[in-house]
């Protein structure tokens, strides 16, 4: 159990690391993450290909003579599934060596450097599924002596180009006889500030319609085939209608996505989990019956958004 003075219960040293850029000075690139606990940490940011510096201050806690067979850190990147607590499967494992085995009688500071490195996976917290990044310090110990260990998570995000304007989605869908709509979306696929934009139009209505509204539903995945495992959460819900339509009527759709907790959709990460987003129409006449047609999109976190997180993080907030 860690403590905020950077101590573990059973340990012989106090490890402390920072993280640096380039010129050695402090690693002003974070960002906020909420925990399951609700509360928010604040956590450097990076990107695939970027380098991880920084420094490593390791003090004994004892007045003896504290010996040690090394000291190292890993930059360890893995995925944990719920349906597997206790084993998370590792696919970034580097390991840096700091000292060689032998005497620490006082405070000392060792440099640390991953260069170039692969993080080809965005960090992820989702209801059954963690992808995370941590750097681990550890002391190991000699004789009788435990070793000394520490974790401190980064988080990563990976950007892409914006992409050129896709094709509207359209579709026809009711009931025969009773209800028939025809609704469109500009696009299928979204960047996380985008703004999804459509319509409704009501070619026939003979039911009594209460109110429309549409919702952003996210879907995770683990495990494949038979052994697969979904897990459905709706994000935000919008009403675009309050009252009953009449025949050709026309309802507009303007939804921003940059005020909701979205990531982008992620495809058989390391084969391990899936998460994808869906737009769900979903229309309630005055008994409370639930009419819906779900369309999924593409969310994407595109370039252009790095630039404008870094400004915002460097006056001391976290993007949105």
Known sequence: MKNILGLVQGATARIDLEFKNERGQPYKKTVPVKAKNGETEELPLYTNKDDILGEIRVTPLTTKKFEHQGIRVQLIGQIELASERGQPHDFVSLVRELAPGGD????????????????????????QVRCRYLLRVTVLGKGMTPDSKRDFPIWVRNYEK??????????EVGIEDCLHIEFEYDKAKYHLRDVVVGKIYFLLVRIKLKYMEVEIRRKETTGAGSAAHNESDTIAKYEIMDG?????????????????DLTPTYKEVHNKFSVRYFLNLVLVDEEDRRYFKQQEITLYRKEEEAGAE???????KGPL
């Open 104 to 127: 620490l009688s006082a405070s000392k500071t060792f440099p640390f450097e991953f260069r170039n490195v692969e993080l080809q996976y965005d960090s992820y917290r989702g209801q």
């Open 162 to 171: 914006l992409h050129e304007a896709t094709t509207p989605i359209k579709m």
């Open 244 to 260: 009953a339509p009449v025949r050709a009527e026309s309802i507009p759709i303007r939804l921003y996505l940059s005020p909701f």
């Open 310 to 316: 870094a400004q915002m993080e460097g006056a001391g």
